[in-house]
């Protein structure tokens, strides 16, 4: 029987690899936009920009108006204060430093909590930074250790490469981006290093379904494991495509990921000299282990990415973390008998949530701070039925980290009925930085996706409102900001207020952001659109009720 059941596993093994290591047609990725192309291309990225020399003036004005008679005065000096960037965080210290003995006590306290917050999140932006350096180091040696298609198609293909592992981006860039990746497809660039870059290009600026982007990514990855070049790459993104393929179970291949997830037993062979950054190693070995598994194939996969860190990063509270995380996971795994008598399966939850409760405290005795650390405990609480504790937990990891948006989603995502109060509590809170306001927007278009008729939803008149008291705050702080109009301008529209989204559109001029509207003709289409409803005589039949309720 055991022979048996062996070689239906390795039938098994063998059809999965021979689906994921076929030849695959090339994925249409969108028509190629000239417009979008800058006139000069440069040779390289640039670094970090220079101190923007007007920062200094307006942060000492910023200040100045937290003292003035006008009560709106001094609460938009204060709301733009905290949203300062976090590169602004010296600059602070400088200003600080000159005008600190002169302050109101009461602006004083204020800007001294502000300081010691920059200070934090300077502290975990240069962690980021390091390891998003450290990403395209690797990222661009492995594109650079073979070629492809020729130097003319490569320079474009090496180019979206730097742009897509680029710290910060701006619009600008963005469309450059858009424009030389898309350039370098209809050329023929098939350098896999360029192909995975190309496919989240592509998952932000067109309809390209979560299913092409994680084939797209599997194939590169197995495409650097054969030519035996760069397999911390390949391992990376064989980990981001099951991350992308967790948030998104319909579209995943279960045979592709089960490849994936088999091939990633070698994690970390041959890493010990390369110094990889224990917290991206701590996330991908997360994106390896899914809590949908049986809880033992949980166990023989977490043992495996445990013995591996151990020799990465001996000693590290990450290894805590991941063994909390396994045991987490195997707790939500088991599955009640109904049967007479002691249930077994309740048991074995109970002791793998009682052991991932103690790896959890061990390792915020280690790292009191640490995000993920307070993350981990927020949800090992609200599986166990412990709403106040994750809240106190919650607010311990946004004081470690008050721009973590990953923790702000999770805790909306544990909330019943009063997410909705919840995320209109962050449009309060004014924490624009991080975008945390925005999540209310989100909100509202998972609804809508549920309910399956964008326009009955968002048409309500609370949703319409919501949308607006976002957008209209935002966009009066940071008018400038072209992304988050054209996001405004599209919402407008879905919310069939024409007016407005006209207006909005007309401001944007050339200002419209490709990871809305994708094209320039799209833009155009959009606009001229809007212009027309807007003029259109208005009628005041009143809208048709939906045949079906909507949540």
């Known amino acids: 029987m055991r022979r048996i059941i062996w070689s239906v596993v390795g039938i098994f093994l063998l059809i999965t690899l021979i689906v994921v290591l076929r030849p695959l047609p090339r994925e249409p990725v969108g028509p190629f936009d000239a417009s979008l192309l800058p006139k000069t291309q440069p040779a390289d990225i640039p670094g970090d920009p220079p101190e923007d020399p007007e920062l200094e003036p307006r942060i000492i004005r910023l200040i100045a108006q937290m003292s003035d008679p006008d009560g709106s005065v001094r609460e938009t000096a204060d709301v733009t204060l905290r949203n300062l960037p976090i590169a602004a965080f010296p600059v602070i210290e ?75 981006r701006s619009e600008a860039d963005e469309a450059r981006l858009v424009a030389v990746c898309r350039k370098a497809v209809a050329a023929g660039a098939d350098d896999p290093v360029f192909l995975y870059c190309a496919a989240l290009v592509e998952q932000r600026h067109s309809d390209i379904r979560p299913r092409q982007v994680i084939t797209q990514m599997l194939k590169a990855a197995d495409v650097l494991t054969q030519e035996r070049r760069a397999p911390i790459v390949a391992q990376m993104f064989r980990c981001n495509a099951m991350a992308i393929a967790a948030k998104s179970f319909a579209d995943r291949n279960w045979l592709e990921i089960s490849s994936a997830r088999h091939t990633s037993m070698d994690f970390g062979r041959g890493w010990e000299k390369e110094q990889v950054p224990p917290a991206l190693l701590c996330q991908w070995s997360a994106q390896i282990l899914d809590p949908e598994l049986h809880p033992s194939a949980i166990g023989m996969y977490a043992g495996n990415l445990q013995r591996s860190l151990q020799r990465l990063i001996p000693g590290s509270v ?8 396994t045991y987490r996971y195997k707790g939500a795994g088991y599955v009640a008998t109904f049967e007479p008598g002691p249930d077994p399966a309740r048991l074995g939850r109970e002791q793998s949530l009682q052991r991932a409760e103690e790896l959890l405290d061990r390792a915020r005795k280690l790292e009191p701070q640490n ?86 939803y968002f048409v309500r008149p609370e949703v319409k409102a919501d949308i607006q008291a976002v957008y209209e705050r935002y966009l009066r702080l940071f ?37 809305v509207f994708g094209s320039r003709s799209s833009f155009e289409y959009a606009r001229s659109k809007a212009a027309k409803m807007a003029a259109a005589p208005t009628t005041t039949k009143a809208p048709a009720v939906p045949e079906r309720a909507i949540p």
């Open 318 to 325: 990450y290894l805590l973390v991941l063994e909390a995380m």
């Open 479 to 515: 008018p400038k900001d072209g992304f988050r109009r054209s996001e405004y301008a599209r919402y407008l529209a879905l919310c069939r207020i024409w007016p407005e989204a006209n207006r909005q559109m007309q401001l944007l001029g050339e200002d419209w952001s490709p990871r």
């Open 94 to 168: 400088r200003v600080l430093s000159g005008v600190q003995d002169t302050l109101p006590p009461e602006s004083a306290a204020r800007i001294k909590q502000y300081r010691q917050m920059y200070e934090r999140l300077a502290a975990l932006d240069r962690e980021r930074r390091d390891q998003a350096q450290w990403i395209r180091r690797q990222m661009v040696a492995a594109f650079d250790d073979s070629t492809h298609g020729g130097p003319a198609v490569d320079a474009d293909a090496r180019q979206t490469v730097l742009l897509s592992t680029q710290w910060s």
């Open 371 to 456: 995000s993920m650390v307070l993350r981990e405990l927020m949800l090992l609480y609200v599986q166990t039925d412990r709403d106040d504790e994750a809240e106190k937990c919650y607010r311990a990891a946004m004081a470690a980290d008050p721009d973590d948006l990953v923790t702000v989603s999770h805790r909306l995502d544990s909330l019943g009925e009063t997410q909705a109060e919840f995320a209109r509590g962050l449009l309060k809170q004014e924490n624009w930085r991080a975008g945390l306001p925005f999540l209310l927007v989100e909100w509202h278009a998972a609804r809508s996706r549920i309910a399956g008729d964008n326009i009955a």
